[in-house]
C-alpha cells in the first residue's frame, strides 16, 4: 500500500493521496530540466483529483508542451518547489514531482519519457521502459 504524502521545501505546501499511483516515471524533457533546476523530473502520476493540498495554495505557471497544449506546472510561491503538474495532452492524471515525498523509499520509476533530451551523462536504467517523447496512451 502506498503512502503519498509529502510538501514542499518550506512546508507551506502539504499534500496526501489515498490512489494508487497509475504510473510512476522519469521525464528528461527541457522543460522539466528547467524547472526543476536538474536533470530530470521524477514524476507520480495520480488519478485526477486524488491529490488532497493542504496549507497555501500553488502558484502556477501555465507552460505548453511540445503538442502545443498546456501543462499546468503547480508549484510553491514562497520556496518554488514544483508540486505537480497537469498535462492536457495525458489528460486524467496530475503529475506529482516525486522530490516532494516525505518517503520515497517505495517509488521505482517504471518509464523514462523525453528520452530523446536526456542529458549525456544521465544512465538511462535498463529496468525502465524508454520512450523518445511522451509514451504512447496505452504505455
Ligand atoms: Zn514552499
Ligand atoms: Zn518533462
Partial sequence: MTQIQGGCL???????????????????C?????????????????PAGTLELQGEAPA???DRGESG?????HFCGKCG?????????MPGMDWLKAGTLDDASWLQPQVAIWCDHAQPWVPLGETMAQFPKNPPPQA
Fill in 10 to 28: 518550506c512546508g507551506a505546501i502539504r499534500y496526501t493521496s489515498a490512489a494508487q499511483p497509475l504510473m510512476t516515471a522519469v521525464c528528461h
Fill in 81 to 89: 518547489s514544483p508540486i505537480s503538474s497537469q498535462v492536457e495532452a
Fill in 30 to 46: 527541457k522543460h522539466c530540466q528547467r524547472q526543476s533546476g536538474t536533470a530530470f523530473s521524477v514524476l507520480v502520476a495520480l
Fill in 60 to 62: 502556477t505557471y501555465q
Fill in 69 to 73: 497544449l498546456a501543462v499546468m506546472r
